[in-house]
């Protein structure tokens, strides 16, 4: 057995794994219990308004603003996504590489544009889903079904064998970094700034937009787009696609997600090996921006410590628990079939 293996369901860093091409001792899929639901009304009163807002401003963003404003909504999707990707899911809430402190500041201001909360508690959530994955523990449990896992888990009442877990779930390394710690301090004045003002404010005043087109479009569609891109990560590749890294877990590679969700969606692999900084198998980096993002301060040297899982590894984990749909690792592979093989077109073919 390989050493360190916790009693928790699921894989959160290299040292949680039951078995040396860390795997888990028993797969964590299990069925949810019936526990009652505790609507929060606040948030179903908001997350309704914000929709409607957006349904608006995506209207707005079609037929009203003026282009400098939806290339800064999109500029701006692509900051907030970074600031969730790079920041708080990769670095903080997988440590799956380090980053010195420029670097960090930059993901805290983009991830403070997001507005999914302060780091910290994103990142205590989401390992949580990842150490009691799809079990009662786990806030957006995918075996409550599509709408619980992609927005209704925000508009109840945690379940309390998520807080009684939660409270075993080691943070130390993020309260560690005063970075985060400022963050979360004084998020109720940083969010409202970076999600909702300035971005309203500076379409009308760098090139004259009007402040209904400002906001319904830079800041509320922007917003809510961004939300639903994430969500659909924890319900649409919890539940299509292909399993060939495990096919005993809900997780699934999903292209149309991440594609949207700047390289995210190649859930299968991700939740068998959490802490690849790639969140995918080396190849799949055309789909990846966020891959691509943090080599690129790897190169400047302000990302470092890149953790990422070897071919080998892969293979033997693909074999033993994949569904088979894993594409070949190339010509000549043992399964490459041979009418295929045949059918190729080889130019200046030569065989040694
Ligand atoms: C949002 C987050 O949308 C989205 C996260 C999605 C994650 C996706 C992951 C996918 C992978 C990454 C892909 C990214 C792709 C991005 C692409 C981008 C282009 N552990 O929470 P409370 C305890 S946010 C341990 O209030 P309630 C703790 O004691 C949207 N303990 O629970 C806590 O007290 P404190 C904006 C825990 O009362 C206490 O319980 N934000 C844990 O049941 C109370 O905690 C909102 O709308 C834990 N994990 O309320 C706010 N959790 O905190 C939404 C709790 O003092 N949230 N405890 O330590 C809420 O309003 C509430 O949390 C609630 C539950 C109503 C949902
Ligand atoms: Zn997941
Ligand atoms: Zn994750």
């Known amino acids: 057995m390989a050493p360190n293996v916790t009693d928790a369901n699921g894989v959160l860093f290299e040292s949680d794994a039951a078995t040396p091409d860390f795997a888990l001792a028993t797969p964590p899929v299990e069925k949810a219990d019936n526990y009652p ?28 603003a003026k282009w400098q404003t939806d290339i800064f909504a999109y500029v701006l999707y692509v900051m907030s996504g970074l600031g969730i990707t790079a920041g708080a899911h990769r670095l903080w809430a997988h440590k799956s590489y380090k980053a010195k402190w420029p670097l960090r500041l930059i993901l805290v201001a983009f991830n403070t544009l997001a507005f ?19 079990t009662d523990a786990d806030p ?12 209704g888990w925000l508009l109840v009442r945690k379940h309390p064998e998520l807080k009684k877990k939660g409270k075993g779930l080691d943070l130390s390394d993020l309260y560690a970094d005063p970075i985060l710690r400022f963050q979360k301090k004084y998020y ?42 994430t969500w659909l990560v924890n319900s649409a590749a919890h539940k299509w696609g292909h399993k060939p ?20 969606g190649f859930h299968n692999y991700h939740h068998t090996f959490p802490w690849d900084y790639k969140t995918a198998e080396l190849g799949n980096n055309r789909l990846n921006f966020t891959t691509n993002f943090i080599n690129f301060f790897a190169k400047i040297g302000w990302a470092y410590d890149l953790k990422t ?44």
């Not at 957006?140 to 927005?151: C, D, K, P, Q």
């Not at 109720?188 to 300035?198: D, E």
């Not at 890294?245 to 995210?264: C, H, M, T, W």
């Not at 080998?312 to 749909?325: A, F, L, M, S, Y």
């Open 140 to 151: 957006h449990n995918a075996t409550r079904g599509f709408f619980f896992s992609h927005i």
């Open 116 to 134: 999914q909360d302060s780091a910290i508690d994103w990142s205590r959530d989401h390992r949580m889903h990842h150490k009691y994955s799809e």
């Open 37 to 64: 639901r505790i609507y929060v009304w606040r948030n179903i009163i908001a997350f309704t308004y914000l929709h409607l807002a957006a349904l608006y401003g995506g209207y707005l963003f079609l037929f009203s």
């Open 245 to 264: 890294y495990d096919r005993n877990i809900k997780p699934s590679e999903n292209l149309s997600v991440s594609l949207f969700a700047l390289g995210e």
């Open 309 to 352: 899982v070897s071919e080998e590894i892969i293979q033997n984990r693909v074999k033993r628990t994949g569904d088979g749909t894993h594409h070949l690792w190339g010509w000549g592979d043992k399964d490459h079939a041979p009418e295929e093989k045949k059918a190729a077109i080889r130019i200046n073919p030569k065989d040694d």
């Open 188 to 229: 109720l004045i940083l969010m409202p700034l970076a999600c909702f003002v300035l971005p309203t404010i500076i379409p009308v005043y760098f090139w004259g937009e009007t402040w209904k087109n400002s906001f319904f479009v830079a800041t509320m569609f922007r917003y809510t787009f961004i939300l639903n891109v």
